[in-house]
Nanobody, 120 residues
Framework: QVQLVESGGGLVQAGGSLRVSCAAS?????AAWFRQAPGKEREFVAA????????YYSDSAKGRFTISRDNAKNTVYLQMNSLKPEDTAVYYC????????????????WGQGTQVTVSS
């Protein structure tokens, strides 16, 4: 099994930046970030694989967000730039132990989430 712990959320003004982190215990093939805003369904943001570092982004994340990983630390990051109030959400880290294409957004393990709030 994989356990995930997110950190780095907080309050930021529109146009600012934040980096959230996901510390993982256990081995996984791919990790991803999702987010859920109040009253909205959880949505996929970005994914990265363990070995090659290939990435996959949602349309809303492309050009503003960057997912990366540090294999030595077993940690995945999401760098968020040019933040907008619409980005306000709980950001969740996810992982899976089954090899799937990054375009497949099905994940098996989830963290508790970290709150990101973007003010106007």
């Amino acid at each position: 099994q994989v356990q995930l712990v997110e950190s780095g959320g907080g309050l930021v003004q529109a146009g600012g930046s934040l980096r959230v982190s996901c510390a993982a215990s256990g081995r996984y093939y791919a990790a991803a970030w999702f987010r859920q805003a109040p009253g909205k369904e959880r949505e996929f943001v970005a994914a990265i694989d363990w070995s090659g570092g290939s990435t996959y982004y949602s349309d809303s994340a492309k050009g503003r967000f960057t997912i990366s990983r540090d294999n030595a630390k077993n940690t995945v990051y999401l760098q968020m730039n040019s933040l907008k109030p619409e980005d306000t959400a709980v950001y969740y880290c996810a992982a899976r132990g089954i090899a799937r294409g990054l375009g497949n957004t099905e994940y098996d393990y989830w963290g508790q989430g970290t709150q990101v709030t973007v003010s106007s």
